[in-house]
């Protein structure tokens, strides 16, 4: 059986997962510094002897017989002799959940016996939500994966998560070389956020304002080529309602824009034209002026 005494506390407590040892009462035998932490920064003597339910708000009490709402993990272990793995929210003091990995491990007697349970918990919180949003983001971005327009999902760093066929199109790149690279980076070929190279970002206006925001932009192919885009942002939120990411909607006008570029000339050369024809016919108009002027003197 193990006991705190027996236990190299100095390893236990260099664990930065939560170590928790249980008796056949579902009683706290040992907890590791992380756990002690994670309880306000109780102390040893203030969980040891207490029921598991301190610790989180699974397994209150012993979890089998006619009152049970759902098998206990402590209980199989027990009975079973077997390790068991399982994902589970905790509850956190201030009302906050925590998404959990917990190993639970049999501890035998001499005679082959369980009489104690070791329990390692480890905080997967983000590493859920990193999932959840990614497989959001990929469901979101193949949602438009039809449409001429490039869809990009960009997050709070400015990286790229996830983007659809004609994004990729549009910067002559495939997912694997854009993902997880700076959205300046690819659509720049720069080494920081374009709204501090003097471009206007409609992305960090949808993170600062959370709403969608529009803008005309100038981006560069992987040739350098210029390529004008009109862009659209859209602020995503995750279940808290934090905005965690942006998804970004791309629609190339470059050939919309040449002809505008072919107009605005066209329509310069004319005005100059026009100057330069009135600037003549008022020289033509003062040319006679001058002949009719020269005739007058001559009859005199």
Request: proline share 2%; with cysteine; net charge negative.
């Amino acid at each position: 059986m193990i006991n705190s005494r027996s236990i190299n506390r100095s390893i236990l407590d260099s664990i930065v997962d939560y170590v928790l040892i249980l008796d056949k009462d579902y009683k706290i035998v040992f907890a590791n510094k992380a756990l002690l932490q994670l309880c306000e920064g109780a102390e040893e003597k203030d969980i040891v002897g207490k029921e598991r339910s301190n610790i989180a708000n699974y397994c209150s009490r012993p979890c089998y017989g006619k009152d049970a709402f759902e098998t206990c993990s402590h209980h199989e272990i027990f009975k079973t002799g077997k390790p068991v793995t399982l994902t589970h929210t905790h509850q956190m003091p201030d009302g906050t959940e925590r998404v959990c990995d917990m190993t639970a491990s049999p501890v035998r007697d001499e005679d082959g016996n369980v009489v104690q349970i070791i329990e390692i918990l480890r905080d997967v919180t983000e590493k859920k939500r990193a999932e959840e949003v990614l497989k959001k983001h990929k469901l979101l971005v193949s949602v438009f994966d039809s449409t001429e327009d490039g869809v990009v999902v960009i997050d709070r760093d400015y990286k790229i998560l996830s983007a659809n066929k004609s994004y990729l199109k549009q910067t002559a790149r495939s997912l694997e070389e854009i993902t997880g690279k700076h959205c300046y980076e690819v659509s720049h070929h720069i080494d920081k956020p374009c709204y501090l190279a003097g471009e206007e970002c409609s992305v960090k206006n949808a993170f600062e304002t959370g709403t969608g925001h529009w803008i005309i932009h100038k981006h560069f192919d992987k040739e350098l080529n210029p390529v004008y885009v009109e862009t659209v942002s859209y602020p995503l939120r995750d279940s808290f309602g934090n905005i965690d990411s942006a998804v970004e909607i791309v629609r190339n006008i470059s050939e919309k824009k040449e002809i505008e570029e072919a107009l605005a000339r066209r329509i310069k050369e004319l005005e100059e034209f026009y100057e330069m024809a009135v600037a003549r016919e008022l020289k033509m108009m003062e040319l006679k002026e001058e002949i009719e002027r020269l005739k007058r003197d001559q009859k005199k």
